[in-house]
């Protein structure tokens, strides 16, 4: 049988469309998965929000990492399972490189990410986020295009 105690669901948003909300349709489907698997196994989930890009004067400013914890605090995830506690966090530097660090220091079982399916020629030069992910990642990784399968069904409203 398989125990999963703790599933990271790394989110990503845009600084500048954070008043409307809007969240990639991938990292809404890996939210969506995410509350699901944290249901049936009982488990923590566990969001977070990496930061990346970010000039000397939003780093360094205590209001702005105050209105990006704002915005992942008023995302309404609600898994069907009431059990399942949902933890929430911000961080600031590479995404994949963060990821990584906040699944050691919380012994995360499984981490549930989405991908934006970048096209060929960056990714060739770059490599992306969730492919570095699952390149390095202490624990398996599950990644969710979208669109995707449609067989999880909700758990994640934007408001």
Known sequence: MITIY???TPIDFDIHGIK???????D????KYGCEF????DSEL???HVVQNTTEIEMC??????AEKKILNDLLIEPLNPKVKVLRDV????????IIKYAKEHSIDLIIMGTHGRKPLPHLLLGSEAEQTVRKAPCPVLVVRHPEHEFVLGGVQKI
């Open 6 to 8: 703790k599933i990271l």
């Open 20 to 26: 409307s909300m809007e969240f990639g349709e991938p």
């Open 28 to 31: 809404i489907a890996a939210l």
């Open 38 to 41: 944290a249901s049936r196994f």
């Open 46 to 48: 566990h969001v977070l």
């Open 61 to 66: 400013t205590h209001e702005a990492e105050q």
């Open 91 to 98: 961080r600031k530097g590479r995404p994949h490189v963060e």
